[in-house]
């Protein structure tokens, strides 16, 4: 039987599913696999959304109890959102949700998991105590697990970036990092590298935190690659950490778009969102990811216009070129890059006929719309050639997180070029 690293979704306002819980864990555990549970490590708090999103983006599968308070749950909808979103792009991922008495089908499908589809998911059908046991279900789960094929998780391509990275850092530097960051997921990853754990460390950190190690870090960091300033290595390390937050539903819309005529559209207000989402999505290192040009708004009378200028402006410091006139000749390449371009601009007044207006002058850019809370109509967005990427974001989390990851770079690259503290 393979080795599994498996995610347990569940309610910890339930203590009548404890039990059932614990035995199916402690089963999992008995049987070898690497378990997962929030009951655990998780608290919440600031990390909260990048420690759900490590976890559900590394695991290899994942057992969903569906208990009624699991059904009232708004961090059980957010889990199994993520969890059905993979299940459906990444076929040799294991979702095996459980039904627990009273609940059935029925009462799923009234509950805020019902936008997740679990009930076409291959679920373990009847509850518990009535036509399976605690017993029969944990064997069921074990016999699927046993039949899983070893394959990568989506957050290894991130994970391995950062280890390329650590890989001269000494390794007496390495473990006090560790140590000082701590390390919760150590009893579900036995036996990794000492630069791994500490990949893993600095990824489910905030940022504060994060900083502090890299900082540590930074004089036994590799030096920037030809044509990169000497802080470029330590604002990738910052990239790859910061961009976590991003859940892997990012992943398959944002490379499908890139580079043709379809936009995308996300209910944020920054453009630093747009920026982590695209470094999430692309498969190459930060510093030769996507480029992500920033339009903050059309002014004036002439608003295409001067929309139009905007996105030649931006495009023209984004790309290093000399000046606007060197864009016509590189506009016409765009769609055989094999970096895609994007930009990103607020949504306000971008309709259909505005996304028409952009395409044809900016043929293989991908535009971005931010458009806040005030999400468009999915029909409107439809008509526009617009994919609308989930989920919604707080926007005090996404102003906390631009003014954290702000005062994090500025830190950083300040002290690794010797400027004034």
Not at 308 to 326: I, P, T, W
């Amino acid at each position: 039987m393979p080795t599994a690293r498996v995610f347990i979704s569940h309610s910890t306002k339930e203590p009548a599913a404890a039990e059932v819980r614990d035995r199916v864990a402690r089963a999992l555990t008995d049987g070898g696999h690497r378990v997962l549970l929030d009951k655990d490590v998780l608290e919440l708090g600031e990390r909260w959304r990048q420690t759900l999103n490590r976890w559900i983006g590394a695991c290899d599968a994942a057992v969903v109890l569906l208990t009624e308070a699991a059904l009232r749950s708004p961090f059980v909808a957010y889990e199994m959102s993520l969890l059905s979103y993979r299940a459906e792009f990444d076929p040799e991922f294991l979702l095996i949700p459980v039904f627990v008495a009273p609940v059935d089908e029925t009462r799923v499908r009234a509950s805020l998991l019902e936008p997740a589809q679990i009930t076409e998911r291959q679920a373990l059908n009847g509850a518990l105590t009535k036509e399976l046991s605690t017993d029969q279900v944990i064997e069921r789960v074990l016999r699927r697990l046993s039949e899983l094929p070893d394959h990568d998780a989506p957050e290894e391509r991130r994970v391995r970036h950062l280890v390329n990275l650590l890989e001269g850092v000494p390794g007496d530097v390495v473990e006090e990092q560790i140590e000082r960051l701590g390390y919760p997921l150590a009893p579900w990853l036995p036996g990794l590298s000492a630069q791994r754990k500490l990949a893993e460390a600095l990824l489910g950190a905030d940022l504060k935190e994060a900083v502090q190690a890299i900082r540590s870090l930074r004089t036994h960091l590799p030096p920037a690659p030809a044509g990169y300033g000497p802080e470029a290595t330590i604002e990738e390390m910052l990239l790859l950490v910061a961009s976590a937050w991003v859940d892997l539903r990012s992943i398959r819309e944002i490379p499908a778009a890139a580079g043709g005529s379809q936009g995308l559209c996300v209910s944020a207000s920054r453009h630093l969102t747009a920026k982590m989402y695209v470094i999430c999505a692309s498969t190459e290192r930060p510093l030769d990811s996507w480029t992500v040009a920033r339009v903050d708004g059309v002014v004036g009378e002439d608003s295409d216009g001067d929309l139009a200028r905007q996105v030649r402006d931006s495009l023209c410091h984004e790309l290093k070129l000399g000046s606007v006139d060197e864009l016509p000749a590189t506009l016409a390449e765009f769609r055989t890059f094999d970096e895609p371009v994007f930009v990103s601009l607020p949504a306000a007044g971008v309709d259909s006929e505005a996304m028409d207006r952009l395409r044809n002058p900016f043929a293989g850019v991908t535009f971005f719309l931010l458009a806040g809370q005030a999400v468009p109509a999915l029909e409107c967005l439809e008509e526009a050639g617009v994919v609308l990427l989930r989920p919604p974001l707080d926007p005090q989390f996404e102003s906390r997180f631009e003014e954290s990851y702000e005062t994090s770079s500025r830190y950083l690259i300040r002290r690794s070029t010797g400027g004034p503290r």
